[in-house]
């Protein structure tokens, strides 16, 4: 049940998700592996395990949203959002083949990688918050997630042109998620408003579940370095 403080009349979409943004936002100094590669000091097998990771939470994420989607099948905005992640993810797994080739991974590769706990403490939870957590209440605190992993892969996908010497091809996974995404941004907040409506969110819960998504953020990328 909603605390008192968390009545969710007290709210506008773009206020939760404006607000969850800036609450959860990581400081300049919580990943310093990001500032490293931005300054071309980070070793170049990073990216080669960043790769190899990502292939197993892209996977991981996709499953997870679409649960995510069958979920909330009565609730079309809130439906929409997810399957919307769920076509994201998969683009984005066509883009990581750019990187991984240029990793020089193959099939095999990625097939037999042994993946780093912290770097699937992530995903895993994303899997968690599929199995139990308010739909609505999920997007929000994926809004505040992916407002920080676009700022991440902005700054590597700069770096890895102008400090590591990547072409395009291999960029194409950072720039992706680096890019706005302004439909996802209009979908969560149409999934908001619906959960508001519904009286389905709980702004007090889906700012743990985005504080716990940020912190497992942080410990994918030291778990990379």
Same mark, same amino acid.
């Given at each position: 049940?909603?605390?008192?403080?968390?009545?969710?009349?007290? &709210?506008?979409?773009? /206020?939760?998700?404006?607000?969850?943004? $800036?609450? %959860? @936002?990581?400081? +300049?100094?919580?990943? *310093?592996? !990001?500032?490293?590669?931005?300054?071309?000091?980070?070793?170049?097998?990073?990216?080669?395990?960043?790769?190899?990771?990502? &292939?197993?939470?892209? /996977?991981?994420?996709?499953?997870?949203? $679409?649960? %995510? @989607?069958?979920? +909330?099948?009565?609730? *079309?905005? !809130?439906?929409?959002?997810?399957?919307?992640?769920?076509?994201?993810?998969?683009?984005?797994?066509?883009?990581?083949?750019?990187?991984?080739?240029?990793?020089?991974?193959?099939?095999?590769?990625?097939?037999?990688?042994?993946?780093?706990?912290?770097?699937?403490?992530?995903?895993?939870?994303?899997?968690?918050?599929?199995?139990?957590?308010?739909?609505?209440?999920?997007?929000?605190?994926?809004?505040?997630?992916?407002?920080?992993?676009?700022?991440?892969?902005?700054?590597?996908?700069?770096?890895?042109?102008?400090?590591?010497?990547?072409?395009?091809?291999?960029?194409?996974?950072?720039?992706?998620?680096?890019?706005?995404?302004?439909?996802?941004?209009?979908?969560?907040?149409?999934?908001?408003?619906?959960?508001?409506?519904?009286?389905?969110?709980?702004?007090?819960?889906?700012?743990?579940?985005?504080?716990?998504?940020?912190?497992?953020?942080?410990?994918?990328?030291?778990?990379?370095?």
């Amino acid at each position: 049940m909603a605390r008192e403080n968390d009545a969710p009349g007290a &709210h506008t979409p773009a /206020a939760l998700l404006e607000e969850a943004v $800036r609450e %959860l @936002a990581p400081g +300049a100094a919580d990943n *310093p592996l !990001v500032a490293r590669i931005a300054a071309g000091e980070a070793p170049r097998g990073v990216f080669t395990v960043l790769a190899l990771e990502q &292939h197993q939470i892209i /996977a991981a994420d996709r499953h997870s949203f $679409r649960h %995510l @989607a069958r979920r +909330a099948d009565g609730e *079309p905005p !809130v439906r929409a959002f997810f399957a919307a992640l769920v076509e994201g993810e998969t683009q984005a797994l066509d883009a990581l083949g750019g990187l991984s080739a240029a990793c020089g991974l193959d099939e095999a590769a990625v097939r037999e990688y042994e993946p780093r706990p912290g770097c699937q403490a992530y995903p895993s939870y994303v899997a968690r918050l599929a199995l139990e957590a308010e739909p609505a209440d999920v997007v929000i605190a994926l809004a505040a997630n992916f407002a920080a992993w676009g700022g991440y892969c902005a700054t590597v996908a700069h770096a890895l042109r102008t400090r590591y010497g990547f072409a395009d091809q291999a960029c194409a996974f950072f720039d992706f998620f680096a890019e706005p995404a302004g439909e996802v941004a209009g979908l969560a907040r149409e999934a908001v408003r619906h959960g508001l409506g519904a009286g389905r969110v709980t702004p007090g819960l889906a700012r743990r579940y985005g504080r716990l998504l940020q912190a497992y953020e942080l410990m994918f990328w030291k778990a990379i370095a």
